[in-house]
């Protein structure tokens, strides 16, 4: 009985909190915050108000250029997700909102549930979900489980019934025992930043907490610099948000992740740390 109750403790922490290996509460924003106050950022310039997509929203920095994608490519679902009016707040999976704080610019609008899961690798796998889901590629939507490393598919969870309610049961199934471990184990290293590609992830598995980003925009300029632009959920559930950059006041919320760390408000990534999907 004891060993009976042990499994089902075990169990119940595993499928808690994606952006950690067990159900923990979040960590406060550490040593990032204080490149809030000292650096002097002009993020208004690169925003316009009357975009409602990434695309539009997001103003480039002079001399960069977007790639082009035809409709069915994974960078042009992310470059026009629909974003929700420039002075919207995050909203959490409860309704209350989180504070701006100069973390985001803008805000995805997308529904997350009303369970405290859409979190941040959720929100990755999410997104790719979401564009195969749009695609019809329903044989490729699958993410691997944290209990045993295999696939869980998303055509053998609908048995043929591929309404929008059940794909989002699926989601929330996969969002209950997945999360930032299972995801950075299931996800390709990149080899260098410099090969960064729109829909790459920066993940950590952590211990106990990790997090993850993911890249939903990208640009290039006649030199050869890449610059990103990165959205992240969080802890609670929350909806996707764009990040500002608090490092590079030229660059607007785009980060240069050709760099020794990549600092975003709430984390701190590494070169090493960059995912791409098979």
């Known amino acids: 009985m004891r060993l009976t109750a042990l499994f089902f403790i075990l169990l119940s922490f595993q499928t808690l909190g994606s952006c950690g290996q067990s159900g923990t509460t979040a960590p406060k924003p550490g040593s990032n915050s204080s490149l809030k106050d000292s ?7 690169f925003i316009n108000p009357n975009g409602m997509t990434i695309k539009s929203r997001i103003l480039l920095p002079s001399g960069f250029e977007r790639p082009a994608y035809t409709k069915t490519e994974f960078g042009h679902f992310l470059e026009n997700l629909p974003l929700h009016p420039a002075d919207h707040e995050v909203h959490y999976f409860n309704g209350k909102s989180k504070p701006r704080n100069n973390i985001y610019n803008s805000v995805v609008k997308l529904s997350i549930g009303k369970r405290d ?34 696939p869980r598919r998303y055509t053998d969870y609908a048995k043929g019934d ?58 290039k300029n006649k030199a050869g610099k890449t610059i990103v632009l990165l959205a992240q959920s969080y802890m ?37 740390n960059l995912k791409t999907w098979l």
């Not at 650096?39 to 310039?45: F, G």
């Not at 329903?138 to 944290?146: A, H, P, Q, T, V």
């Open 236 to 272: 609670p559930a929350q909806e996707i948000q764009i990040l500002n950059n608090w490092n590079d006041s030229k660059l607007g919320p785009w980060y240069d992740i050709d760099q020794d760390n990549i600092k975003t408000p709430e984390w701190t990534f590494y070169p090493n």
């Open 39 to 45: 650096a002097n950022h002009d993020e208004a310039k």
């Open 117 to 150: 899961l859409h979190q941040c690798a959720d929100a990755v796998m999410r997104l790719r979900a979401d564009y195969l889901y749009q695609q019809k590629r329903y044989r490729d939507i699958k993410f691997n489980f944290l209990s045993d490393g295999k």
């Open 162 to 219: 591929y309404s929008y309610t059940t794909y989002w049961k699926y989601l929330e199934y996969i969002f209950a025992y997945a999360n930032t471990a299972s995801l950075h184990d299931e996800l390709s290293n990149v080899a260098q930043t410099q090969d960064v590609k729109i829909g790459d992830t920066f993940i950590q598995k952590g211990s106990p907490i990790g997090h993850a980003v993911i890249v939903v925009d990208l640009a």
